[in-house]
Structures are given as structure tokens and as C-alpha cells.
T-cell receptor, first 118, second 111 residues
Framework: EAGVAQSPRYKIIEKRQSVAFWCNPI?????LYWYQQILGQGPKLLIQ????????DSQLPKDRFSAERLKGVDSTLKIQPAKLEDSAVYLC????????????????FGPGTRLTVL | LAKTTQPISMDSYEGQEVNITCSHN???????ITWYQQFPSQGPRFIIQGYKTKVTNEVASLFIPADRKSSTLSLPRVSLSDTAVYYCLVAGMDSSYKLIFGSGTRLLVRP
């Protein structure tokens, strides 16, 4: 079974520029998450999709971040304009519609995109 | 959402058993306890989940006392490849519950 795919793996931009990240979840996974992980910290949820609808975007800085999940499959996360403090790893995760026994909170994470804002 | 507290770091040697304890004093009746593992340059990976008593799988064991205010992740006979960050999370029984990751415990396994 293929895992969660993300691209690019690395991105370096200057502040005030724009950047977009792409995620393709595991086939059949209805729920998709975007997390931001700053160095030395745990991942922080930015947005959660159920199919192509937003379930939770309470921690998404909506003045500069946007995300979409067209057709309920892959997703893009965009930052415009980027700030120095946006330097982080952006992780995409997905979870199945019916979790396995004893695995209610199992999310499958991609490798992440490391963003450096100069 | 219950807050968790766990040691910032731990050291061990190959072949030893490692126990990482997590405190969650405000855990709610319908909360599960879940542990994730994260290797450098990778996303976190689900290890184990439990509600009470003991859960064991091929990777680890999870011990939860009766009051559920803490839990202990036990890794038997660690190897160098177990060097990672381990996160303890508490969340409600619905799979749509938001997972809140703390800073985790950095485990270093030495030869």
C-alpha cells in the first residue's frame, strides 16, 4: 500500500514570496490533515478535511495560509506571503474512514516538506 | 483536551528495556491514550493506543493504572534504531478528535 505522498520535499524562499505544498493521501482515506512542525516542537494541526469539506481550521492563519482539497482526494496548502516564522516542516496526514481495532487515533503521515524562509 | 507531561529526554543502551511515563491528570472518561514515534526527517508513526490496564503489540506495551492519570510506554530490548521522539497524546474516542502533540520525549539509544 502506497503511503502519503508530499512534494516538494524541500523549499527555500525569501520572505514575502508565495509557496505551495501538495499532498496525496492514502487511497480511500476520507480525512486529510495538514500540520506545521517547528524545529524542536511537536506537530501542530493547521487544518482538517473530511472528504472535501473543512472540519477544523481554527489554527490556520487565514490571512496568509489557505488550503483546498478538490474532489476529496489530494490537497494543496499555500502560504502567501511567507514570513520568517513560517520556516518549519509541513506534514500531511490521512486517516481511514473506519479505524482499525485499537487504532482510533491512527493517522498516516507523509515525509513532510521542509520550508526555509530567508 | 487533557494536557500531557512527559520527560524531555531519556538515554538508554542497546538491549535495555525503556519505560517512558506520561502524566495526564485531567484525562476525561472518554479519552484514549495514544503514543506516536517520530524519526528524524520523517512524519510521526502510530505505535500503540489504550484505554485502561495493559495493551501489547509487536512494537511496545502500554501500561495504564486504574486512575488513568498516567501511562507508561514500554519498549523491550531497544536497539539503535529506536532512537526517536516519542509523543504521548490524549484524545476523545471519536476518530475525528483533534490530536494535540506536545514536545515529546527524545530517546537516545547508545551502543
Amino acid at each position: 500500500e502506497a503511503g502519503v505522498a508530499q512534494s516538494p520535499r524541500y523549499k527555500i524562499i525569501e520572505k514575502r514570496q508565495s509557496v505551495a505544498f501538495w499532498c496525496n493521501p492514502i487511497s480511500g482515506h476520507a480525512t486529510l490533515y495538514w500540520y506545521q512542525q517547528i524545529l524542536g516542537q511537536g506537530p501542530k494541526l493547521l487544518i482538517q478535511f473530511q472528504n472535501n469539506g473543512v472540519v477544523d481550521d481554527s489554527q490556520l492563519p487565514k490571512d496568509r495560509f489557505s488550503a483546498e482539497r478538490l474532489k476529496g482526494v489530494d490537497s494543496t496548502l499555500k502560504i502567501q506571503p511567507a514570513k520568517l516564522e513560517d520556516s518549519a516542516v509541513y506534514l500531511c496526514a490521512s486517516s481511514p474512514p473506519m479505524p482499525g481495532l485499537g487504532r482510533v487515533h491512527e493517522q498516516f503521515f507523509g515525509p513532510g516538506t521542509r520550508l526555509t524562509v530567508l | 483536551l487533557a494536557k500531557t507531561t512527559q520527560p524531555i529526554s531519556m538515554d538508554s543502551y542497546e538491549g535495555q528495556e525503556v519505560n517512558i511515563t506520561c502524566s495526564h491528570n485531567n484525562i476525561a472518561t472518554n479519552d484514549y491514550i495514544t503514543w506516536y514515534q517520530q524519526f528524524p526527517s520523517q512524519g510521526p508513526r502510530f505505535i500503540i493506543q489504550g484505554y485502561k490496564t495493559k495493551v501489547t503489540n509487536e512494537v511496545a506495551s502500554l501500561f495504564i493504572p486504574a486512575d488513568r492519570k498516567s501511562s507508561t510506554l514500554s519498549l523491550p530490548r531497544v536497539s539503535l534504531s529506536d532512537t526517536a521522539v516519542y509523543y504521548c497524546l490524549v484524545a476523545g474516542m471519536d476518530s475525528s478528535y483533534k490530536l494535540i502533540f506536545g514536545s515529546g520525549t527524545r530517546l537516545l539509544v547508545r551502543p
